[in-house]
């Protein structure tokens, strides 16, 4: 492996350990997630955004992510049958692929090859910034008939999150920590939680300095392709003490990068800020069509489904363990007005010295999706921000047209390469492919 | 009265895309202000109380072209998103100060973003409705909400909403949806002497004209059809579903009823009566925005965009349909529209359960045949009709 500056190869020592450590933890948390219903321990189904995570494991829940499972079966290319399962139990083929995967696969049993996923002591809905999640809790509660809470978090709708917001949400985390008291049968323990939440904070701060590297050019990291795999613990294990170990490890890892000059690309050629979710089960293929032309992601948004902490710097706290809570649960991307949605990705492509902005809309997600090709209008029309919205899904690959998908992106970086080099008079560049000069980690995605 | 005249003139009203009668209002009301309300629960009693005219909005329906909307809206979202954003760009509701987004589904609470960037010289409000309708704390909060609104309607009219406007106003509505309460109870009892079509259309020139209008020619219009000769046909009776945001064709209604249904009960433009009970101003504590606040939390009618609690709206519509007797239910649904599809897989199990039958029609706004949708609830009524 080659450094970009030619430099001789260096002795690597912790390339591919975010990666390695990222699914043996997840293989342990779905193994333990199997086993909770034989040893009698409670699980609390969660939502990604804005998730209660910290509150749960203070009680002693398992916590189970139907988002996450769905995704594991995109990209392990199981999810058309129990897409066809719950279209056959009468969901429209046009609602969110995700809800359709979860019904399915609960109608079928609940055995994938990576988890028996257990049923649920209780529904926890923390809906932040997506209605169809309380249509998806309210089919699974009827389907499980188990008690369901939702978490009602109201969205950002103003400039800034309103005191009345912060403290609605407060006065419900109460409410739900009499829920889980007696669910669980335990007594609320504030200062388990605050452990908790130290550890989610230790966390929290790691991964923002792993998304800020991107910053560097060439960027260490590709913010989208890669970021959406090693984010999983931030999510499915944030507030254990192995999350934090884990993010320790990614950053050294983006860290021996930055030393030698490495990326995830041999020559990055372009930098784009990505809006909106990867299709699962053509992730690969997806990428690679980005790889091809040296496209790096620096920046994206749905690395901050469920935590904007690299723009806020709002954290959870141990001191002020309710508000935070509340206050990290308002603050998901889907959960953010337009107006703040179209200022972030902006931000990003200035702060991150982004080439163009690419918005894969995504048919299951109107939350992302409405509003996205109005974005398009302004950036590409009205600010002159080279602007590709693509559309298919993030789930269902049946919306998934391998060679329509690469024409648009050919064209566009073919546009964009004109702007950048040829126009900018820089003929003598190397062309994407040329050998030499550059270096690329190997990354596999599957 | 001349009461086909009467819903002739309510039907060219609502099928108007110019929104005419509201341009005649504000001709007529000089310095006064009109207020777009996207479905489904906006509290228009604010709104009114603030002397401005609230008016719904229903997309462009099969009434105009989209142009310019899809480019900004793309092809797999609901069409009423579109047609709305479409009616604004071509500057038709350009006769409103003021739009307010009611945060019923995803898409609708977006499109008061994209509002914000296209239309900046237009309010654009959004409300969030408190979904946990369980806590303590859900009536205070959607209070606050409805304060938010009043302030920002007092900044847009320059001038205070008194507590004792807004208590005129909610008396105003009270008495609007007990009328339409009776209209509906008359269908019921005889639907022969009104039909869907009818009804429907009296309901939706209700949402474009001030409420003390709709309520005298409510009471006019209300004894002339009780007064109407009709023989009760051979049809079946039926409860619809799906459409309470974006409405079908009215052509779809009619071809319903023409296949041979009578529709007891439904849930198009539900807004327009979406309480089962009227706003109460008891009590000394109460004030009049608690009171709106607290008759959405506790009495408003249950819906796909609304949470009511674990198996709550199912029960309550099986419930429904058995006490109207019904031989089957109707799905209309809108196409794109995740609320009605994901309610309408929960509904008809607990029909299947209740061994009430069932049919699921999509539509669009745009859609200009109508065979196709008669065959089916022809084949459906026939089905009952014969064979059960």
Redesign the interface.
């Known amino acids: 492996m080659d450094s970009q500056d030619g430099k001789a190869t260096p002795e690597l020592k912790h390339q591919g350990a975010g990666r390695w450590l990222q699914k043996e933890m997840m293989s342990d948390y779905y193994r333990a997630l199997s086993e909770a219903p034989e040893k009698g321990e409670p699980v609390a189904y969660l939502f990604i955004s804005g998730n209660v995570g910290e509150l749960m494991r203070a009680f002693g829940f398992h916590v189970c992510f139907p988002e996450v499972n769905a995704l594991q079966c995109g990209i392990k290319h199981i999810s058309p049958q129990y897409l066809l399962r719950s279209e056959d139990a009468g969901y429209s083929a046009d609602v969110c692929g995700y809800v359709k995967n979860d019904i399915g696969l609960l109608l079928s049993g609940n055995k994938t090859p990576f988890a028996h996923v257990p049923p649920p002591s209780l529904l926890v809905c923390n809906y932040a910034g997506c209605t169809t999640y309380i249509k998806w809790w309210e089919a699974l509660a009827e389907y499980y008939g188990c008690p369901i809470f939702v978490l009602d978090s109201p969205y950002n709708r103003l400039e800034h999150i309103r005191r009345e917001d912060i403290d609605y949400v407060v006065g419900q985390l109460k409410e739900l920590i009499a829920v889980c008291e007696q669910v669980t049968g335990r007594r609320f323990d504030i200062d388990r939680l605050r452990e908790t939440l130290a550890l989610a904070r230790q966390a929290e701060e790691l991964w923002v300095k792993i998304l800020h590297a991107c910053k560097h050019s060439p960027s260490p990291l590709d913010a989208y392709f890669e970021a959406v795999f090693l984010m999983a613990p931030i999510y499915t294990l944030r507030g254990t003490p192995q999350s934090v170990q884990y993010f320790q490890a990614v950053l050294q890892e983006i860290e021996e990068r930055l030393a030698y000059g490495l990326g995830p690309v041999p020559q990055e050629r372009f930098r784009i800020v990505m809006e909106g979710p990867p299709p699962w089960p053509k992730f690969r293929t997806f990428w690679e069509m980005f790889k091809g032309w040296g496209a790096v992601t620096v920046a994206s948004t749905y690395s901050k489904v469920g935590g904007l902490w690299d723009v806020t710097g709002r954290y959870h706290d141990p001191d002020h363990p309710l508000e935070s809570i509340a206050e990290y649960t308002l603050n998901c991307y889907v959960n953010w007005s337009l107006p703040r949605r179209r200022q972030l990705l902006l931000d990003y492509a200035r702060d991150y010295s982004a080439d163009g902005i690419v918005i894969h809309s995504v048919k299951s997600c109107r939350s992302f999706a409405a509003g996205e090709a109005d974005f398009r209008e302004e950036f590409s029309k009205e600010l002159d921000i080279p602007t590709l919205l693509i559309e298919s899904d993030l789930i269902d690959p049946r919306y998934f047209s391998d060679a329509q998908m690469k024409n648009r992106i050919d064209a566009f970086f073919e546009s964009l390469e004109h702007r950048k080099y040829v126009a900018a008079r820089a003929a003598s560049l190397p062309s994407p492919n040329r050998e030499g000069g550059g270096g690329e980690v190997q990354i596999r995605a599957d | 009265m001349d009461l086909e005249a009467v819903l002739e003139t309510c039907r060219e009203m609502f099928q108007d895309p110019t929104f005419a009668a509201v341009r005649r209002w504000k001709a007529a009301h000089p310095g006064r202000k009109a207020i777009g309300c996207f479905p489904v629960y906006v509290p228009e009693e604010i709104i009114h109380a603030a002397g401005m005219l609230p008016v719904s909005l229903f997309g462009g329906g099969n009434m105009i072209e989209i142009d310019h909307a899809d ?4 092809s ?2 609901c069409s009423i ?1 579109r047609s709305t954003l479409e009616l604004g760009l071509t500057g038709r509701l350009d006769v409103f100060d003021g739009l307010v987004f009611p ?5 609708a ?6 509002w ?3 239309f900046p010289h237009q309010l654009s409000f ?1 409300i ?1 409705f ?3 309708i ?5 009536v205070p ?1 959607l209070r ?1 909400e409805y304060d938010r609104l009043r302030q920002a309607l007092e900044e847009l009219g320059g001038m205070p909403i008194t507590e004792e406007a807004l208590r005129h106003s909610i008396a105003v509505y009270n008495e609007n949806r007990a009328l339409l309460r009776q209209l509906y109870d008359l269908k019921r009892r005889s639907p022969e002497k009104v039909s869907m079509a009818e009804t429907y259309t009296l309901v939706r020139a209700g949402g474009l004209m001030p409420k003390e209008e709709h309520n005298a020619l409510l009471r006019q219009v209300l004894p002339a059809l009780e007064a109407r000769q009709a023989r009760p046909m051979d049809r079946i009776r039926v409860v619809l579903d799906g459409a309470f945001c974006e409405q079908p064709p009215i052509e779809v209604i009619m071809g319903i009823e023409q296949a041979g249904c009578y529709i007891l009960d439904d849930d198009f433009a539900v807004g327009r009566r979406w309480l089962e009970a009227p706003v109460a101003l008891d009590g000394e504590a109460a004030d009049a925005l608690t009171a709106l606040a607290r008759a959405f939390i506790r009495h408003s009618l249950p819906s ?2 609304r ?1 009511d ?3 709550v ?2 029960q309550r519509f099986l419930e429904k349909c058995q006490a109207l007797q019904v031989d089957g239910v109707l799905f209309v649904w809108a ?2 529209c ?2 009605a ?6 509904l ?2 607990a029909l299947d359960r209740a061994h009430i039958p069932h049919l699921a029609i999509e539509f669009e706004e745009k859609m200009s045949v109508f065979e196709l949708v008669r065959s089916q609830v022809e084949t459906f009524v026939e089905s009952i009709l014969f064979y059960s």
Request: one cysteine or more; proline letters at 6%.
């Open positions: 480019s900004r809206i793309q797999f979202i998103s945060s019923i589904c995803d898409v609470r977006n499109l008061s973003g994209v914000q960037r296209n959004y969030h408190a979904q946990n369980y806590s303590v704390n859900a909060y606050s796909p965009v949470y609690g674990p198996r709206r199912t196409k794109f995740d609320p599809q994901f309610d309408y897989v929960l008809k199990d």
